[in-house]
């Protein structure tokens, strides 16, 4: 076994290399850098994103989560296809007609105003850093896990891979990389899944009525209310999920490596029949574990669950495809952090460096270097940072990310496309409203605080009841949004009328 996962691991580290060889060959321009050039096909960026959104959280994560929990565990998957909905409806098309690398760009469309640009660097800077520790020590606990290394090497390795992908090959070499992951992604769910199929005869009635006996729940294991007892920190929970997902900055900038707005809308379409296909999925992955793997064998690998579906694959098929899904979680984790690292290094590199400190007046040269030593910097930085966050419980920065994606980000990027009155005051008070409530809530919160020793950061009583903060904290972005648009009163007209035109057809020549 040990043999074929690491024949199975280099075949991975290698492919994703030569694709990294032959993306820096490519790499001319900042364009190339930030967004491939616009030069994706509306297949391929939809695949693209797939891989983006799909991240290990959903492959191993939802997978555990349905075969302990059954139902409750299944609200993960409903939460993160509306999610997409409600980026493919409100925030894609405008986004992509708008923009041009990050979602400062798309906001400056509207606010020439440097206080915006830098405040909507803030919101996705701390977004990315949250995320990135959470990816990279659930990484690392995995690797750890599946190939029996230390910690520490299992950090270096996958921050060291990121490194190399986005420092060399951009945009386009993370695309390909995401690519290659959300194949090989969906090949393993389909055979896991006809595997578990293939033993209920293909009879989904059979199928559900023998999970029911299949953990200690009983009948419970198909009715809400296992997992999640508290309805106002689950309502909050999915409400971050929900939105979150439309204002995550490295789920966005995959619509700026379009050429137009039909392009774009055709990657929607590859990408929500996959992310559809993919949560679907995931149901036959949590109860194939559930029956086949059993409760006690999944919490004695991980407590979480996350390793559910690699020893499903070990129960269905053997070593042999026990080593392929664990190659593709690895795939998986590498492909997610190196958006992640692309996004930071824009948001510092063309928004605070270029834009601001700069004013605008770099060379295409000096830019595309600044962005290679930003994601540098935002690599050795996160790496540290996982490093020390060992032994920490670090799930809830994941919904933290997602909160301040839908505190922040997602009111602004809604006024400016769809508020006529919205102004620049407004924008930046809806911006550091929704930032910091997010993080003052969390800071009081039971993620934080807690009375049980090891349950949280810190020993004691948490002044927030709820773990995740959505609930109060969105609400406040976009009463911030108001609040400051009211109290500021100015207004152009003429600008939102431009800006309508141009997200909705794409008009190069409004302005």
């Known amino acids: 076994m040990d043999t074929i996962v690491i024949v199975l691991f280099l075949a991975i580290v290698f492919l994703t290399l030569a694709i990294t060889y ?120 995995l690797i750890q896990l599946l190939f029996g290394i230390d910690y520490w090497i299992a950090v270096l390795i996958v921050g060291v891979m990121m490194t190399i992908y986005v420092l060399f090959g951009g945009m386009i070499a993370t695309s390909w990389v995401q690519i290659t992951k959300a194949v090989l992604l969906m090949a393993g769910m389909i055979i896991i899944s006809f595997l578990v199929l293939l033993k209920y005869n293909f009879d989904l009635g059979f199928m559900f009525s023998e999970v029911k006996t299949a953990t200690s729940h009983g009948a419970d294991y198909l009715n809400p209310g296992l997992q999640y007892t508290n309805p106002l920190g689950t309502l909050s929970l999915m409400l971050a999920l929900v939105l979150g997902t439309s204002g995550l900055p490295h789920i966005l900038m995959r619509f700026f490596t379009v050429k137009d707005a039909k392009t774009a809308r055709s990657s929607v379409i590859t990408a929500t029949w996959t992310i559809g296909i993919f949560y679907i999925l995931t149901l036959f992955l949590g109860f194939g574990a559930a029956a086949f793997v059993g409760e006690q064998q999944i919490i004695a690998a991980n407590p979480g669950g996350n390793m559910a579906a690699p020893l499903l694959a070990q129960a269905l098929g053997g070593d042999i495809l026990f080593a392929f899904i664990s190659a593709v979680a690895f795939a998986t984790i590498l492909a997610v952090v190196a958006g992640l690292v692309l996004s930071g290094a824009s948001a510092f590199a063309h928004d605070l460096y270029a834009q601001i400190i700069k004013k605008g007046n770099v060379t295409d040269r000096q830019q595309m270097l600044a962005a290679r030593y930003a994601a540098l910097a935002v690599s050795v930085f996160s790496i540290v940072l996982a490093l020390f966050a060992q032994s920490l419980n670090v799930a809830f920065l994941v919904s933290l990310a997602f909160c301040i994606a839908a505190s922040a980000n997602l009111p602004v990027i809604l006024y400016t496309v769809y508020w006529k009155k919205f102004n620049t005051a407004g924008a930046v008070t809806a911006l550091l409203s929704g930032l910091f409530s997010a993080l003052i809530l969390v800071s009081m919160s039971p993620s934080v605080f807690s009375p049980v020793e090891g349950a949280a950061l810190f020993v004691g009583d948490p002044i927030f009841p709820l773990e995740n903060p959505a609930l109060i904290s969105v609400p406040l972005g976009f009463l911030g949004g108001y609040i400051g648009t009211k109290i500021s009163k100015k207004s152009d007209p003429v600008r939102y009328a431009e800006v309508t035109v141009k997200a909705n057809t794409g008009y190069k020549e409004a302005r």
Do not use: C, H
């Not at 409600?86 to 894609?92: E, G, K, P, Q």
């Not at 798309?106 to 949250?130: E, P, Q, W, Y």
């Open 22 to 141: 032959y993306a820096s060959r490519n790499t001319k321009t900042t364009g190339d850098f930030y967004t491939a050039g616009g030069s994706l096909t509306g297949i391929q960026n939809g695949i693209a994103i797939s891989g983006d959104y799909l991240s290990a959280a959903s492959f191993l994560g939802i997978a555990g989560a349905i075969a302990l929990y059954g139902f409750d565990g299944f609200f993960y998957s409903i939460g993160f296809l509306i999610a997409y909905l409600v980026v493919m409806f409100l925030v894609a098309e405008p986004l992509r007609n708008l923009g041009k690398y990050t979602i400062a760009d798309m906001i400056n469309a509207r606010f020439d105003a440097k206080k915006v640009r830098g405040a909507a660097a803030l919101s996705t800077v701390t977004i990315v850093i949250f995320y990135m520790i959470a990816q990279l020590v659930g990484a690392g606990a």
